[in-house]
């Protein structure tokens, strides 16, 4: 059996009868192959896009174009109202995933189109698993073992429309200048959106002023919300002069996340107890090689 004939079958061995599956879409290449093997498939499915509110402008003009079916579930409140309350995400305390793209499909079978050959973590998922993070949901994930090729070659196949940010160099489109894209193409990103860019340095100024009211101390390193936008967007290359006995790859995941800690909790942090343990915790789960370039969130 094909990968594609094996993609179907799963689809319909994993159905309910009584509930259509909850297709989470994204509008990537991944999402617009998994829908349409689920019309193939014949399942029931209610194929929903989980707003982000800072997803590229072409990914959802694309959607509302060639996908009006895609049900658009809106988060309670945008982005840019959390980051002055939450604090900025980084690669190792990126709560906004949990917040905005893992919202829904609660108490149902949710399929997605995650694949082994996106990281190392990855690898560990299963074409059914059960999640009882948060609230109870099985995931089905009927591509888990197509490579990236494959995807491309049903998506040429098929015929089917996607996001024209493909053609202009994007392999993977998610957030924009989210923490887990490589730095290259973040500030490529950065200077291209720069009503994204202007929006995002007026949270961070409000941000700054939250936490300069609350614990001044924790912001202290930057003189303004616009330095530490600034600092976030270039990974805070500026690494101290006093440094720590760490590994070359704690240490810049240490100034990485330090200051982004400290914003998020309103207090100092213990470099060497609390940011050490969340670094060997980060270390022990993800290889080295997807430190620099990370797969970005689907």
Same mark, same amino acid.
């Given at each position: 059996m094909d990968k594609i004939q094996l993609a179907i079958a799963r689809l319909k061995e994993f159905e309910l009868k009584d509930e259509p599956y909850f297709l989470a879409f994204s509008g990537g290449k991944d999402s617009i192959t998994i829908k349409k093997l689920a019309d193939l498939a014949g399942v029931h499915y209610e194929? #929903?896009?989980?707003?982000?509110? %800072?997803? @590229?402008?072409?990914?959802v003009y694309f959607m509302r174009k #060639?996908?009006?079916? $895609?049900? &658009?579930?809106?988060?309670?409140?945008?982005?840019?109202?959390? $980051?002055?309350?939450?604090? &900025? @995400?980084?690669r190792l305390a990126r709560w906004c995933c949990e917040e905005y793209k893992e919202r829904g499909g609660i108490g149902?079978? $949710? #399929?997605?189109? %995650?694949?082994?050959?996106?990281?190392?973590?990855?690898?560990?998922?299963r074409v059914v698993e059960p999640c009882f993070k948060g609230n109870y949901k099985?995931?089905?994930?009927?591509?888990?073992?197509?490579?990236?090729q494959d995807v491309w070659s049903f998506i040429k196949q098929e015929k089917l429309a996607y996001c024209k940010l493909y053609d202009e160099g994007w392999k993977r489109i998610g957030c924009? &200048?989210? @923490?887990f894209t490589p730095r290259t193409r973040r500030k490529m990103q950065v200077a291209h959106y720069s009503g994204y860019r202007k929006a995002f340095i007026r949270a961070f100024v409000r941000l700054h002023e939250n936490r300069k009211r609350q614990r001044p101390e924790v912001v202290a390193r930057w003189k303004d919300g616009r330095e530490m936008f600034w600092w976030w967007v270039n990974e805070a290359k500026q690494v101290a002069k006093k440094q720590l006995s760490f590994s070359?790859?704690?240490t810049r995941l240490l100034y990485q996340c330090?200051?982004?800690?400290?914003?998020?909790?309103g207090r100092e942090t213990s470099e060497r107890e609390t940011i050490h343990s969340l670094m060997e915790d980060y270390l022990n789960k993800v290889a080295p090689e997807e430190i620099e370039? @990370? $797969?970005l969130f689907e």
């Open positions: 194929a #929903v896009y989980n707003v982000t509110t %800072i997803d @590229p402008p072409e990914l #060639v996908h009006p079916d $895609v049900r &658009f579930s809106f988060p309670p409140k945008a982005f840019l109202t959390r $980051v002055p309350e939450r604090g &900025f @995400p980084t149902r079978r $949710v #399929v997605t189109g %995650i694949r082994w050959e996106e990281s190392r973590r990855r690898q560990q998922r099985v995931f089905v994930n009927p591509i888990i073992d197509w490579t990236e924009l &200048f989210c @923490p070359e790859t704690e330090r200051g982004a800690l400290e914003v998020q909790t370039q @990370p $797969v």
